[in-house]
């Protein structure tokens, strides 16, 4: 129980590091120190064995590495600015990062859990990572932030679903994953055309269409 | 059979991004969507076993969908072999509305796109298994976006990147759904064997019912963001005008309804948990929300793509409104899916040939069409009097079927704003539409000379089974139609 307990503040530390961050390439290391914790989620739930392993595995070889592989690369190639344009401050971001956190305490206290299913802090963890995921979509003004925004909110989805896991099929998880990633493909594919038409990042220059 | 359906459209996606001769590669199109509607045919004779151990099962809700995303893709493929012969050169070409060059994407990737759209809507309309429906609803998103940037311009790539954005955020949070869903059904004891209705309706009316609240709010949220319901709809009218018609009238006839199947599906596992009821009350909430935000938007619009693409967040307002009400509304609904897929497939496609012609999206300067291309403009007019719900179209009497439900089960209030809406969003597309058919040939634009058989036989056909829907519907596709309601009866 320790070591799942240990995973999950750490998860929630690097939640908020994600709303306080102000380099883009630290950002990117985040995202893969956050895919490593939560590739170790499912060994420290249900033990190095059968589906919790190739799951975990999986995880890794996916969030661990291969996401911030495409960001970094993406971002590598864009040359853009290495700093975070936020659209309101780092310090509000992360004051709200620290309200979504409470908030998130507080309904895991009132919210009627089925028992034995989540460790404690799991939910709070997994909601976190969501509100910072959405955070960085709304609040940041590239279009790569927005992509590991979006990252950061499945991870805490992810996150969620992990306990539940053991009771569903490894295929699905994986094509889940799957799925993600090419989304995430895709979405590099497109910033490269943005970088190229727009020759900017900067999601603040869409503005042709309106009603 | 079922296992071979998504495998189809999936081969000929790779053969045609092998294929080096683009003329038979459009025709490659026309031949995938023929095949996959004659499998899809088949199945209205003989019912399909499960495929691939339970994940894919067709039911009479998913076989509805199927149908009609089959119908749509043949539809456009047709279109698509006159379009490309026009479009599909990959050299500059200048951008009407800010005169910057750009190029088509290359024609053997839309194609491959195409393609795999088609395979990702199968899936989705034919599983019971709410994860598999949700990697297939991502899977659509995912192989829709570079159709809609298939003119290189700005403008589409900033429609393309709202919509990845988005739609994958919001299916992220459908995503939360299902995992809510499975912790309602969360049994350490006996454990639900899988994501399936099959394995989670019998369990359903002992499902915690707060987590079931909770996931339908997300699904309907996160679906409903794809599906277009405002206020998760500001995609939507980006996304339709910037694409080529073809592509918007795919999104519009066919994706739109594997969004709203989603959603569907979770009515289908809360109903009998006894929160029919719940969801009713959301549905029609959305429901109303989307057809007042549709009708305050399309009033005044100067862009007849624009306009349609609100007309879709209007229909999607009124499907969910059916599906909330409940009872006949619900048969209305399934209905007015199956009329609002034919004539909005129809008049995306028919916008495309304005379009071409006119070199503008303003229905302040795409004026006299009634000269330039008779026959389209007779089927724009056509078309609009049929989304607009005039007699004699199918979707009058899918929306009569809805209004009646709706006095009948004693939803005045609700009744009130929803023909108010339908009569606002009447006039302001009448406006529009007698503005663009009639008066003189711009001088700037020159006579097209004979409309192309391929540009008008797809809408033709379609407008001509909505016109049929509203005269006589076959009894095979009433009982179809029923089952499929039943299948999403609130049970309240």
Redesign the interface.
């Given at each position: 129980m320790a070591a799942i307990q240990s995973l999950l503040v750490a998860l929630v530390v690097v939640n908020l590091a994600y709303l306080a961050v102000t380099r883009l390439k630290t950002l990117t290391r985040i995202t893969a120190l956050q895919g490593v914790l939560l590739a170790a989620t499912p060994l420290a739930i249900a033990g190095p064995h059968g589906h919790g392993l190739i799951l975990s595995l999986a995880v890794l070889a996916i969030k661990g590495i291969g996401f911030p592989w495409l960001v970094a690369r993406t971002l590598s190639r864009l040359e853009v600015n290495p700093v975070v344009e936020p659209y309101f401050g780092f310090n509000m971001s992360l004051l709200a990062g620290v309200g979504g956190l409470l908030f998130s305490l507080w309904l895991e206290s009132r919210?009627?859990?089925?028992p034995?299913?989540f460790p404690p802090l799991l939910f709070p963890a997994a909601l976190t990572s969501?509100f910072s995921g959405?955070t960085l979509?709304v609040a940041r003004r590239k279009?790569l932030t927005?992509v590991i925004g979006?990252l950061a909110?499945?991870n805490g989805?992810f996150l969620?679903?992990v306990p539940?896991a053991a009771?569903?099929?490894v295929w699905?998880e994986l094509?889940?994953l799957l799925?993600?990633f090419?989304?995430v493909f895709?979405?590099g594919i497109?910033l490269h055309?943005?970088n190229k038409?727009?020759e900017s990042i900067d999601?603040g220059r869409?503005c042709?269409?309106r009603? | 059979m079922l296992a071979a359906l998504p495998l189809v459209p999936l081969l000929a996606g790779l053969i045609a991004l092998a294929m080096p001769a683009d003329g038979p590669r459009r025709w490659l199109l026309v031949v995938v969507g023929c095949l996959h509607l004659t499998l899809v045919g088949t199945t209205w004779v003989h019912p399909p076993a499960p495929a691939y151990g339970g994940l894919l099962e067709l039911d009479p809700l998913g076989q509805l969908f199927l149908t009609l995303a089959s119908l749509l893709f043949t539809a456009a493929a047709f279109y698509a072999v006159g379009y490309l012969r026009h479009e599909g050169a990959v050299h500059e070409k200048r951008d009407f509305q800010?005169g910057a060059t750009f190029v088509n994407a290359p024609e053997r990737v839309f194609s491959l796109c195409l393609c795999l759209f088609l395979s990702a809507m199968t899936v989705v309309c034919s599983t019971r298994?709410l994860?598999?429906l949700?990697?297939g609803i991502?899977?659509t998103?995912?192989s829709s976006?570079?159709l809609i940037?298939f003119h290189?311009?700005?403008?589409s790539?900033?429609?393309?990147?709202?919509y990845?954005?988005i739609c994958?955020?919001g299916i992220?949070l459908a995503?939360?759904g299902n995992?809510l869903v499975?912790?309602a059904f969360?049994?350490?004891v006996a454990?639900?064997a899988?994501?399936d209705l099959a394995d989670l309706l019998p369990l359903a009316p002992g499902a915690?019912k707060?987590w079931l609240r909770a996931a339908f709010i997300f699904l309907l949220v996160g679906y409903g963001s794809k599906m277009g319901l405002a206020p998760m709809h500001n995609w939507l009218?980006?996304a339709h005008?910037?694409s080529p018609s073809l592509v918007s009238a795919l999104l519009s006839g066919a994706l739109l309804n594997c969004a709203f199947l989603g959603i569907l599906r979770a009515v289908q596992i809360l109903s009998p948990a006894g929160l029919g009821p719940f969801c009713g009350e959301l549905l029609v909430l959305f429901g109303l929300i989307s057809m007042v935000t549709a009708a305050v938007?399309i009033v005044g619009?100067g862009d007849y793509k624009?306009m349609l693409a609100y007309s879709s967040v209007e229909h999607m307002g009124i499907l969910a409104l059916g599906v909330g009400i409940g009872g006949g509304a619900a048969f209305g609904a399934m209905l007015h899916a199956v009329n609002h897929s034919l004539t909005k497939g129809a008049l995306f496609l028919i916008s495309g040939n304005i379009l071409a012609v006119y070199h503008t999206r303003s229905c302040h300067d795409a004026r006299g069409v009634s000269r330039a291309l008779p026959v389209t403009a007779a089927l724009w007019t056509a078309g609009f009097l049929a989304i607009c719900g005039s007699p004699p179209f199918g979707l009058f009497v899918s929306e009569l079927a809805i209004l009646r439900a709706m006095f009948a089960s004693g939803h005045g209030l609700a009744a009130t704003v929803y023909v108010v809406a339908l009569a606002v969003i009447f006039v302001g597309m009448a406006t529009s539409v007698c503005r663009m058919v009639q008066g003189p040939l711009p001088p700037a634009v020159r006579h097209p000379g004979p409309e192309r058989v391929l540009s008008v036989a797809s809408p033709l056909a379609l407008l001509a089974a909505a016109l049929t829907l509203g005269l006589y519907v076959p009894q095979g596709l009433t009982d179809v139609l029923a089952r499929a309601a039943a299948a999403v009866s609130l049970g309240g």
């Open positions: 919210l009627p859990f089925p034995g299913l969501i959405l979509v279009a927005q979006y909110a499945e989805i969620l679903g539940l009771q569903g099929s699905l094509s889940v799925d993600v090419v989304a895709v979405m497109a055309h943005i038409t727009f999601v869409f042709s269409l009603d | 800010d298994n994860s598999v949700w990697v991502e899977a998103t995912l976006a570079p940037y290189r311009h700005r403008r790539l900033e429609a393309t990147w709202k990845l954005v994958s955020v992220a995503l939360l995992i499975s912790v969360y049994d350490p454990p639900a899988s994501m915690a707060p009218p980006d005008s910037q938007f619009l624009r």
